[in-house]
Structures are given as structure tokens and as C-alpha cells.
């Protein structure tokens, strides 16, 4: 049972426009979202995370929203650059019953070409 | 700061046989976190240990199993070996994971092959 999704596998942009990456989940009870960065043959890397109680949070290039009525949220990237190219996946936590799981997509396989 | 170490890097074993994979946790992180990412899926979690505790486990047979020791690096065995546990098997650790989210750092993976 697959409670966070990814439904695109791969984007591709060119460099210095804006990366939307975009993630669903079902569970409702969901209330923190993480977002990971992972080059090929390295572990994820913790990219920026979000509670559910704030709808945007910002760090550098990166922002992530959140959408609790929609059970939505989003990673934009601006401006894009190569170094971005990485696979990008989303995961999600109930803090109050998971017990330090995290749920995560299937990833979003991210290209930024110059 | 170290980060999260594992080993090895890449195990090949045959079907039938016992895999014993290992993680050093970031120094003052005592909670570790096993997941396992097969080919084109997600990452799915295994297990969580805290305090040389099992806390969660995930939707894995009892054939999959694991311990923390008292320096809070962690081992996770798999017993009988079947082809579809062939993946990368990822170790995370945080600090204390209390009333407050603590992120996971993961280490670099351990890649599982079985023929």
C-alpha cells in the first residue's frame, strides 16, 4: 500500500528555470514531509522538511509546499542547476503513531541539462 | 562530523544462505533505521532501534531481524536468503526520536545480490 506517491518517475529542465517535483499521500494523519536527495551509489541526503502546520518553508533555492487539503505537496528548485541532477523522493511521517518510520515515494528522478 | 558508515559495500551471496550487514550510527544519534530499496521502488523501512531496542518494525518476515549494540551501531541479519532480497539495504540514524521529528542521515548503503 503505497501512502506516498511520486506519479512522475523523471523531469527535465534546463538550467535556470524552476524544478517542480510533486508528491501525494493518502494518510491523512501524516504531519511532518521530507524531502531527500540521492546521487547514484550515495545514501539519501536530507534536502528540507516541512510541518504540517506551516503550508510553505524556504531554504536557499529550495521551497517546499504544502497542500493538507489536497494531501499534496511540491518542491520547487529555482533557479535549476546540473548539480541538481539527482534522484529526489518524498517521505512523510505520522509522528504520533509511526514510531520513526518514514513512508516514502518511489522518487522523482530529476535531469537539469545546461 | 562522521556520518553514517556501513558494510559492506556489496555483499553477493546464493540463495539459501545468511546475509549480515552492519552500521556504525553519526556520534550521539541513538536511534538506527534499517530500509531496504529494491529496483525501481521506494525506499521501505525495516526496522528502528533506539537504546539497543526494537522499536518499530516494518512489513518484513521474521527472517529479517537485527540488533543494537551498546556503542548504538546496529546489525541486520537475513536468514534464508531469497532471490527478491537482492537491493540496497540502507542504514539512517537520528538523535532520540521523541515529541519532536528528528531527521534521518543515511549512510552510503549496503548493495545485497543473491544468486
Known amino acids: 500500500d503505497q501512502q506516498v506517491k511520486q506519479n512522475s518517475p523523471s523531469l527535465s529542465v534546463q538550467e535556470g528555470r524552476i524544478s517542480i517535483l510533486n508528491c501525494d499521500y493518502t494518510?491523512?494523519?501524516?504531519?511532518?514531509f521530507l524531502w531527500y536527495k540521492k546521487y547514484p551509489a550515495e545514501g539519501p541526503t536530507f534536502l528540507i522538511s516541512i510541518s504540517s502546520i506551516k503550508d510553505k518553508n524556504e531554504d536557499g533555492r529550495f521551497t517546499v509546499f504544502l497542500n493538507k487539503s489536497a494531501k499534496h505537496l511540491s518542491l520547487h528548485i529555482v533557479p535549476s542547476q546540473p548539480g541538481d541532477s539527482a534522484v529526489y523522493f518524498c517521505?512523510?511521517?505520522?509522528?504520533?503513531?509511526?514510531?520513526?518510520?518514514?513512508?516514502f515515494g518511489r522518487g522523482t528522478q530529476l535531469t537539469v541539462w545546461p | 562530523e562522521a556520518g553514517v558508515t556501513q558494510s559492506p559495500t556489496h555483499l553477493i551471496k546464493t540463495r539459501g544462505q545468511q546475509a549480515t550487514l552492519r552500521c556504525s550510527p553519526i556520534?550521539?544519534?541513538?536511534?538506527v533505521y534499517w530500509y531496504q530499496q529494491a529496483l525501481g521502488l521506494g525506499l521501505q523501512f525495516l526496522l528502528w532501534y533506539d537504546e539497543g531496542e526494537e522499536r518499530n518494525r516494518g512489513n518484513f518476515p521474521p527472517r529479517f531481524s537485527g540488533r543494537q549494540f551498546p556503542n548504538y551501531s546496529s546489525e541486520l541479519n537475513v536468514n534464508a536468503l531469497e532471490l527478491e532480497d537482492s537491493a540496497l539495504y540502507l542504514c539512517?540514524?537520528?538523535?532520540?526520536?521523541?515529541?519532536?521529528?528528528?531527521?534521518?542521515?543515511f549512510g552510503p548503503g549496503t548493495r545485497l545480490t543473491v544468486l
Open positions: 494518510n491523512s494523519m501524516f504531519d511532518y
Open positions: 517521505a512523510a511521517s505520522d509522528r504520533g503513531s509511526t514510531l520513526g518510520r518514514l513512508y
Open positions: 556520534s550521539g544519534h541513538t536511534s
Open positions: 539512517a540514524s537520528s538523535l532520540e526520536t521523541g515529541l519532536f521529528y528528528n531527521e534521518q542521515f
